[in-house]
């Protein structure tokens, strides 16, 4: 079984990749599951694209990919660098999940503070 096909639950329509799992839905284990693979093009492949309209449109399209697998990677980016947590911590199951449930709790938060608006950003008058 491979490794991002362990890591679904099974309620999953489609699936974003970067280029390192190309191929991903060719494999045995794979087939026949109704799951959409949306992986990304090696990048010498999509240096290549034609300069044509479908060349620029399938750019456009790696580009959406990219911005989606983005927007996910940056809770994680945020948790690791900024809280810290990159070494492996043996303490248990719950315990470590409670750690990083409270880890990511705080990157939502940190993450919409920069989205909102500075409500009260009047100095003092």
């Given at each position: 079984?491979?490794?991002?096909?362990?890591?679904?639950?099974?309620?999953?329509?489609t699936?974003f990749?970067?280029?390192?799992?190309?191929?991903?839905?060719?494999?045995?284990?794979?087939?026949?599951?109704?799951v959409e693979?949306?992986?990304?093009?090696?990048?010498?492949v999509?240096?290549?694209?034609?300069?044509?309209?479908?060349?620029?449109l399938?750019?456009?399209?790696?580009?959406?990919?990219?911005?989606?697998?983005?927007?996910?990677?940056?809770?994680?980016?945020?948790?690791?660098?900024?809280?810290?947590?990159?070494?492996?911590?043996?303490?248990?199951?719950?315990k470590?999940?409670?750690?990083?449930?409270?880890?990511?709790?705080?990157?939502?938060?940190?993450?919409?503070?920069?989205?909102?608006?500075a409500?009260?950003?009047?100095?003092?008058?």
């Open positions: 079984m491979s490794q991002a096909y362990a890591l679904l639950h099974g309620q999953e329509r699936v990749g970067d280029a390192g799992y190309q191929g991903l839905e060719k494999r045995p284990e794979n087939q026949g599951k109704a693979w949306l992986v990304a093009m090696k990048r010498s999509r240096k290549a694209l034609p300069a044509d309209d479908l060349g620029q399938q750019d456009r399209f790696e580009k959406l990919k990219a911005s989606i697998r983005a927007k996910v990677e940056h809770p994680f980016h945020v948790v690791k660098n900024l809280f810290r947590h990159r070494k492996t911590r043996y303490r248990g199951l719950a470590n999940e409670a750690q990083l449930f409270a880890l990511f709790g705080f990157a939502n938060l940190l993450l919409a503070q920069r989205r909102m608006p409500m009260h950003a009047r100095g003092v008058s």
